[in-house]
């Protein structure tokens, strides 16, 4: 049961860094490779207050989301000049920095050592020590940033949004000024990735710079991709199925001295005629 109670974190988690990334790729059309970056400004910036202040978790992770969406916003102001693929390789490039600081500056993030004792939050005098809670609290957080993205898609912000990813061009003839607009996007979904960094670090009580690699952030854009973009549902589903299979194929009763290679085929396989078959996804609603 502890098990499936850890799979089903997991996938909260990362449900949650799916709809943030949603946001950016699916609405706006912009294919950011950066998530990974904000996700691991959240957590560091939330393990580094409560292992060094003590501070309580939920401000420590607003506190989190704030620094990650001012670095976002200085990031952003950049990225949001470019699109398609001078836009990708910018965030890219950012990724790839934090991934260096959070690994080179010791004195501030311990390095590849990483920190150690996260405390797990607390409300009220009530622990989430269990997991259990922990999992109560993670849906909880889901629930809350699945109304958000839902709120911001449905409005008009979020129409023009949509705009811009079928034809930047023609928005901007109308006097919208589509920077704008795609760098408020970026912060905020920055932000949100925040809060699954911070889940993350207090889950694990364990972080250090090889979970907030440029790969995790191609498997977030996997996520999305394979789920469905500008689709919340899409979102969970994609992070649920590709947290789920590798499991999953734990127990297919391959021979013991090629089980790992042949997970790794099977997973592989599974996802190329899915890419092959259903190209926008499972519940996607335009292709990339």
């Known amino acids: 049961m502890e098990y499936l109670i850890h799979i089903a974190i997991l996938v909260s988690i990362y449900s949650i860094l799916g709809l943030s ?10 294919l950011s490779v950066t998530h990974a970056a904000f996700y691991g400004i959240g957590a560091y910036a939330t393990a580094l207050l409560l ?16 620094i990650t969406g001012a670095i976002a916003l200085l990031i952003g102001a950049v990225l949001s000049r470019f699109d398609g693929d001078f836009y990708a ?16 500056w ?14 797990r939050p607390s409300l009220f005098g009530f622990s989430f020590e269990s997991n259990t809670s922990f999992l ?3 849906l909880v957080l889901l629930a809350l940033v699945w109304g958000i993205c839902t709120l911001i898609t449905r409005s008009s912000f979020g129409r023009v949004l949509h705009a811009i990813r079928e034809d930047e061009q023609a928005i901007q ?15 905020l979904s920055a932000m949100l990735a925040a809060v699954a960094g911070a889940l993350f670090a207090s889950y694990i009580t364990f972080i250090d710079p090889s979970s907030f690699t440029v790969n995790e952030s191609i498997f977030m854009l996997s996520i999305i991709i394979l789920g469905g973009l500008a689709s919340h549902r899409g979102a ?23 089980a790992a290679q042949m997970r790794q085929v099977t997973y592989g396989a599974i996802l190329i005629l899915l890419m092959l078959y259903r190209p926008q996804g499972l519940l996607g609603e335009y292709r990339l």
């Open 21 to 30: 990334l949603n946001l950016v790729v699916g609405e706006a059309g912009l």
């Open 51 to 66: 292992t060094e202040s003590g501070m309580n978790f939920f401000l420590a992770m607003l506190i989190g989301m704030v």
């Open 89 to 104: 390789l910018g965030s890219l490039g950012f990724n790839v920095i934090v991934f260096s600081i959070l690994l080179n």
């Open 106 to 119: 010791q004195s501030l993030t311990n390095g590849p050592l990483g920190i150690p004792g996260i405390a």
């Open 136 to 138: 109560t609290l993670s």
């Open 173 to 187: 003839v109308f006097g919208y000024t589509t920077t704008y607009y795609k760098l408020v996007i970026f912060v």
């Open 236 to 258: 969970v589903l994609g992070a649920a199925f590709l947290i789920i299979l590798p499991e999953a194929l734990r127990f297919a009763g391959f021979p013991t001295d090629v």
